[in-house]
C-alpha cells in the first residue's frame, strides 16, 4: 500500500516568514492533494497536482510536484494567522474498480505566531 | 449549496452501545466515503461507496457497517461500540468522472464520537 510521509510534523513560525512542508511518497503519485484543517473542523481543499514537474499557486500557497512524482512540496510566503491549522497530503492510488482512492499523510500542524 | 454535511457533531456512548453517523452532500456526487482520524494516525477509510448501490470496504472496516441510502446519503453504523472506537469521523464525496479520473474529495465539517 501507498505510504506518504509527511515533514515537519509541526511547525511554528513568526508571522511573514516563508515556510515549507514535505510530502514523500513510497510510490509514484497518481495524484497528489494537499488540503487545510482548521482544528475542530473538516477538511478544506487546496490544491491537486498531477503532472511531474506541475506548480500551481493560490494566493500566497505554492505547490510543487516533482519530476519524478514521488515529492511534493508546499510553500506559503509571507505567512499569516489565518495560515495556521493542519496541512495534509494524500495521495490517489486506483482501487479495485476504476475509482480513485486517497491516502493521507499524518499531517503538518502549523503554528504562525504574530 | 450546503456541501457535505454530517449529524450529529458530537456523540458521548457507552461501551456495547449502538449508533448510526448521518452523512448528505447536495453536490450529485457518485462517490461517498467515510474516514476516521485519531491523532499520530492520520486520516484512514473506513469504507466507501463508488456509486448509489455499492459499497466497499476500506482500510479499517472492522467494527463498522455502512448503507448508502440513495445517491445523496451514506451512512456509518457502529453495532456495539467500543473505546477504540473513539475518533473524529469524516464523510467526504466526490464526483466519478470515469475510468482513471482523479476525483477531489470534498469532506464534512466531521462527527466527534466518545466512547467510554
Known amino acids: 500500500s501507498q505510504e506518504l510521509e509527511q515533514s515537519p510534523q509541526s511547525l511554528i513560525v513568526q508571522e511573514g516568514k516563508n515556510l515549507t512542508i514535505n510530502c514523500t511518497s513510497s510510490?509514484?503519485?497518481?495524484?497528489l492533494y494537499w488540503y487545510k484543517q482548521k482544528y475542530g473542523e473538516g477538511l478544506i481543499f487546496l490544491m491537486m497536482?498531477?503532472?511531474?514537474?506541475e506548480e500551481k499557486s493560490h494566493e500566497k500557497i505554492t505547490a510543487k510536484l516533482d519530476e519524478k512524482k514521488q515529492q511534493s512540496s508546499l510553500h506559503i510566503t509571507a505567512s499569516q494567522p489565518s495560515h495556521a491549522g493542519i496541512y495534509l497530503c494524500?495521495?490517489?492510488?486506483?482501487?479495485?474498480?476504476?475509482?480513485?482512492?486517497?491516502?493521507f499523510g499524518k499531517g503538518t500542524l502549523l503554528t504562525v505566531n504574530p | 449549496n450546503a456541501g457535505v454535511t454530517q449529524t450529529p457533531k458530537f456523540q458521548v456512548l457507552k461501551t456495547g452501545q449502538s449508533m448510526t453517523l448521518q452523512c448528505a452532500q447536495d453536490?450529485?456526487?457518485?462517490?461517498m466515503y467515510w474516514y476516521r482520524q485519531d491523532p499520530g494516525m492520520g486520516l484512514r477509510l473506513i469504507y466507501y461507496?463508488?456509486?448509489?448501490?455499492?459499497?466497499d470496504k476500506g482500510e479499517v472496516p472492522n467494527g463498522y457497517n455502512v448503507s448508502r441510502l440513495n445517491k445523496r446519503e451514506f451512512s456509518l453504523r457502529l453495532e456495539s461500540a467500543a473505546p477504540s472506537q473513539t475518533s473524529v469521523y469524516f464523510c467526504?464525496?466526490?464526483?466519478?468522472?470515469?475510468?482513471?479520473?482523479?476525483?477531489?474529495?470534498?469532506f464534512g465539517p466531521g462527527t466527534r464520537l466518545l466512547v467510554l
Open positions: 467526504a464525496s466526490s464526483e466519478y468522472r470515469g475510468t482513471g479520473s482523479k476525483e477531489t474529495q470534498y
Open positions: 510510490k509514484t503519485l497518481y495524484g
Open positions: 497536482l498531477q503532472k511531474g514537474g
Open positions: 494524500g495521495a490517489a492510488s486506483l482501487s479495485g474498480g476504476s475509482n480513485y482512492k486517497l491516502t
Open positions: 453536490m450529485n456526487h457518485n462517490s
Open positions: 461507496s463508488a456509486s448509489e448501490g455499492t459499497t
